[in-house]
């Protein structure tokens, strides 16, 4: 089935450690995000690329790190993970920035 | 400041019911506005998208208005099943030109149907 696939489904991590959410999508879209999803608050971009080989910032970009090596594979790093960053992470593709995304079912981190 | 709104924060209706759930937003250069369905520990799914020009759009029970004037939105249910259980999400797009935009995200209402 296409679509957006995440690793992991969920992870506890110790704060301080390094950590790479995957999201990899099969429907050859041009553009991917990360978001974050906290209680009482919409989704926030934290990246973005608009195609293979460009990234962006996007709202809470701090903390964090992407590559877009190539059209179907956005990983989102977390240096040094801190509690803060404790969240529902979701990442999405469109064919453009105006199109509807579609979004993978999450990678749920708990950061302690 | 960009801000989407939505309301009721949450709803409980009976089965077979209608509902609108609604969304006011100040968000400029405004370029489309789309809603989204997000079912517990899912990914939103996209609803429907309107541009300027559209006030009305819709996606089987679904039916989704927009008033550009007042800047406000609404998504109607009709004839609501257990599956429609959901949080549904209002998300407004910010034009900036060429391919920049920016999507502002609302909270969501959250919706239980209770048969």
């Avoid at chain 1, 991917?32 to 460009?54: E, K, P």
């Amino acid at each position: 089935i296409a679509g957006i696939t995440q690793a992991p489904t969920s992870q506890i991590l110790a704060a301080g450690r390094r950590m790479t959410l995957r999201c990899t999508q099969d429907m050859r879209h041009n553009a991917m995000y990360w978001y974050r999803q906290d209680l009482g608050l919409g989704l926030r971009l934290i990246h973005y690329s608009n195609t293979a080989g460009t990234t962006g910032k996007g709202e809470v970009p701090d903390g964090y790190s992407v590559s877009r090596a190539n059209t179907d594979d956005f990983p989102l790093t977390l240096a040094s993970a801190v509690p803060s960053q404790t969240s529902v992470y979701f990442c999405a593709s469109s064919e453009g920035p105006h199109q509807p995304q579609h979004f993978g079912d999450g990678t749920r981190l708990s950061i302690l | 400041k960009n801000q989407v709104e939505q309301s009721p924060q949450s709803l409980i209706i009976l089965e077979g019911k209608n509902c609108t759930l609604q969304c006011n937003y100040t968000v400029s250069p405004f370029s489309n506005l789309r809603w989204y369905k997000q079912d517990t520990g899912r990914g939103p799914v996209s609803l429907t998208i309107m541009t300027f020009s559209e006030n009305t759009k819709s996606n089987g029970r679904y039916t989704a208005t927009l008033d550009a004037d007042t800047k406000q939105s609404s998504l109607h249910i009709t004839a609501s099943q257990l599956s429609d259980s959901a949080s549904y999400i209002c998300v407004v797009s910010a034009e900036y030109g060429g391919a920049t935009n920016k999507l502002i995200f609302g909270t969501g209402t959250l919706l239980a149907v209770q048969p």
